[in-house]
């Protein structure tokens, strides 16, 4: 058994002092307060728990200050993202995935929910393990120390306009498995442990034309555990009236008459919801990922965060495509969009802000994200000694602190993250290394 203690820790409760955590098995057998030290380790600053990243695109990392010259919108961004998903192969996915989860753990992230289409060769072909990929990004997360969710996503159509769908254009063959039953078969074939497991994903409406969802709903339900399904929705108004000329309906509600919309549903970025869309949601107690430096970043729009709340839905982040990776401004951004939208202050608590930065169960780590006996015993240290956090409340860090202030990780007992330096090594050099192997001959 091994002991921590904390000066000060963010309970279920709230703010507690002088906290011993026992651990055991990589779970919190006992969590106590107003207690000594003894011969606990000592973790300097205020404790959380860690930090669930609920939408990651894991090679988006490689685009970081690369797509800002010139301006353009979501719909050119990704012709630089085409550009970087052609040049991945299993080595070099290995090596930009591992580095972009360790910086995920530098910021005191213990659960990642990685939204996975690029499967197979450029041309569209299988590799000789069809899920290698996949198991590239398996590989990555443990080597990185943080628990992976693989949302294996259906990926068929090149796009929808208001006279259908479209082909897979060349640059988008390599995530295509020509039909629902061609991606059960390789996806089911994905294999779980303690630390990985595997959920599924619609890529979006326009990618997934309507009957395959439906079928898509009857073969998602693979796995140990209960069916984890994601779907971008509604990022981009081109999409809802796409959706609305071909189908006369929202992508929410096509996704609610094939039956996709429950508890283990989640809507990445749901930015242009109508009231309707938002009470299907909330009444199927489905979750939305907001992934706000994204969503600012490709002039998305801002998210209608609180009516999902007060409907019934529970709220998630991501960073999805890693303009920025810091949990801390995710937090932030929730509360701040939410201010630019209605002009009102406060719109979602600190206890809600920390809820939805700790929901890891909505990438099916059920047993994760609080500071209780019997929950996997994650903990990250916040150091209050930096010029950001000098005479910050303990109970207010959340909203102030940045990743940079993270000093330890500890990830189902074992640590991560020493001292601000993660057990690889130089992140920084990790990322540079893959980053420009990727991007060599240009």
């Known amino acids: 058994m091994t002991s921590y203690w904390a000066e000060s820790a963010l309970l279920p409760d709230g703010l507690a002092r002088n906290v011993r955590f026992e651990i055991e098995g990589g779970y919190f057998r006992s969590v106590t307060p107003d207690s000594p030290q003894g011969d606990a380790h000592r973790l300097g600053g205020v404790v959380l728990p860690g930090f669930a990243n609920c939408h990651s695109h894991a090679f988006h990392r490689a685009l970081r200050g690369r797509t800002h010259a010139g301006g353009g919108t979501f719909w050119t961004w990704r012709t630089v993202m085409y550009d970087a998903a052609q040049r991945l192969d299993p080595d070099n996915y290995l090596a930009l995935a591992r580095a972009t989860y360790a910086e995920m753990a530098l910021s005191g992230i213990t659960s990642v929910g990685e939204f996975h289409y690029v499967h197979h060769n450029p041309d569209g072909t299988p590799y000789d393990d069809p899920n290698a990929m996949g198991v590239a990004l398996q590989q990555a997360a443990r080597d990185a120390g943080v628990r992976l969710t693989l949302l294996d996503t259906c990926y068929l159509a090149g796009g929808l306009t208001g006279g259908g769908h479209l082909p897979l254009a060349p640059e988008q063959r390599r995530f295509g498995d020509h039909d629902v039953s061609r991606w059960a078969e390789r996806a089911s074939s994905l294999r779980e442990d303690d630390g990985n497991r595997v959920g599924t994903a619609v890529h979006s409406v326009r990618a997934v034309p309507r009957p395959q969802l439906e079928e898509f709903a009857q073969h998602s339900r693979f796995g140990r555990h ?17 959706c609305h000329a071909f189908y006369g309906r929202s992508p929410t509600e096509l996704l609610a008459e094939a039956e996709l919309l429950d508890s283990g549903f989640t809507a990445v970025h749901a930015t242009h919801l109508t009231d309707r869309d938002v009470r299907l949601l909330g009444t199927a107690r489905s979750t939305a990922c907001f992934c706000p430096t994204t969503e600012r970043d490709l002039a998305d729009g801002l998210g209608p965060s609180r009516e999902l709340l007060d409907g019934g839905a529970t709220l998630s982040l991501g960073s999805d495509q ?7 401004e995710e937090i932030r951004g929730l509360e701040s969009h939410e201010r630019l939208r209605t002009h009102v202050r406060g719109r979602i608590s600190t206890d809600q802000l920390l809820t939805a930065a700790t929901a890891h169960h909505t990438i099916g780590w059920d ?7 019997g929950a996997r015993a994650d903990l990250v240290a916040i150091s209050l000694d930096s010029p950001r956090l000098a005479g ?41 290394d893959a980053i420009d192997n990727l991007w060599e001959d240009q």
Do not use: K, W
């Open 367 to 373: 047993d994760a994200g609080a500071l209780r006996p």
């Open 322 to 328: 890693h303009a920025v990776i810091d949990p801390f």
């Open 226 to 242: 209960r069916p984890i399904r994601h779907a971008h929705v509604s990022e981009q108004p081109a999409e809802n009236e796409a």
């Open 392 to 432: 910050v409340p303990a109970q207010f860090v959340i909203t102030v602190a940045t990743a940079a202030d993270v000093t330890d990780v500890i990830r189902d007992g074992e640590v991560i993250v020493a001292d601000g330096r993660h057990r690889l090594g130089d992140v920084s050099v990790l990322l540079t």
